[in-house]
């Protein structure tokens, strides 16, 4: 039985588990898988060195992929969008998405300690997954710095996932 295409998207702080919990979506849901750390780095290899180079970067897919995702929707297919939503604004592009393609979404909310995050950081800075940067904790702090919990006034359809 077919069932209506639905938008995934993530919010929680760096190294907080989103793209290991996108993975396990798209396998759950038989959903198209876009990483914007993957797509990131495949097009922009060298250029990406600083958060200001990687804002500058993910400002230039996001119109790409925006109507690629819309696109994937309108043929009934799910999508998980492994890109961050942690300020208002990123989780407004998202709303741009499935509200033009008039189809249901869920952003997951992971809520982590930053002590947490960290541990998985060093983690992921030693095994350097596909996409991934390496990322200290300084810099971590840093963009951590600018995280915003998105909150019920935004109106999203959100599933909490609480790793205190």
């Not at 919990?149 to 790793?163: K, M, S, T, V």
Request: with cysteine.
């Amino acid at each position: 039985m077919k069932t209506d295409p639905v938008l995934h998207f993530f919010c929680g702080k760096m190294a907080s588990g989103k793209t290991t919990l996108s993975k396990k979506l798209a396998s759950d849901h038989n959903a198209i898988l876009i990483s914007e750390d993957i797509w990131l780095s495949k097009l922009y290899p060298e250029e990406i060195g600083t958060f200001d180079d990687y804002l500058r970067y993910s400002s230039r897919l996001k119109p790409l992929v925006l109507k690629h995702v819309q696109d994937i929707l309108a043929h009934g297919i799910s999508v998980v969008l492994d890109f961050p939503g942690n300020v208002p604004s990123q989780r407004q592009w998202f709303r741009s998405i499935f509200e033009v393609a008039k189809v249901n979404h869920v952003l997951h909310y992971i809520v982590a300690p930053d002590s947490l995050c960290k541990e998985q950081l060093r983690k992921r800075n030693a095994e350097q997954p596909e996409g991934s940067m390496i990322m200290s904790e300084a810099e971590f702090d840093h963009i951590t710095s600018y995280f915003q919990p998105p909150i019920a006034d935004e109106g999203f359809n959100i599933i909490r996932y609480d790793l205190n």
